[in-house]
């Protein structure tokens, strides 16, 4: 599989890749027996990205943005100066867990959103 660009970042949820490199970010579905099918692409100057089971969660500009599978933002999570930008998401299951430039970690339960 070629994507035609560098990886900054990969994440993994079911079998759906995203890759990103700070300008684009790429998701595919990966089937064993058929191979990757690319189910979006789009503009993405985010450091910091990560998969859940239906959408695209990334950080951009101290604020969290969940994101559709083609990059149309569903919802935003602001950040306080505080708090600083997100340097790290991470995805399991109902939880999601966010670790700030300030040394914070942020819990939220993205069950009920």
Partial sequence: MTLGMNIKGIDCSDNHTLFWNGKYAQLYDVQPAKGPNCLGS????????????????????????????????????????????????????????VVTAHSLIKIFDISRR
Wanted: charged residues 25%.
């Fill in 42 to 97: 789009f503009e993405s100057n985010a450091n910091v990205c990560a998969l859940t089971t239906d959408s695209v969660v990334q950080s951009n500009e101290r604020k969290i943005e969940v994101c559709s599978y083609t990059g149309e933002v569903k919802q935003v999570i602001p950040m306080t100066e505080q708090e600083g930008d997100a340097i790290l998401i991470e995805v399991r299951g109902k939880f999601m867990a």
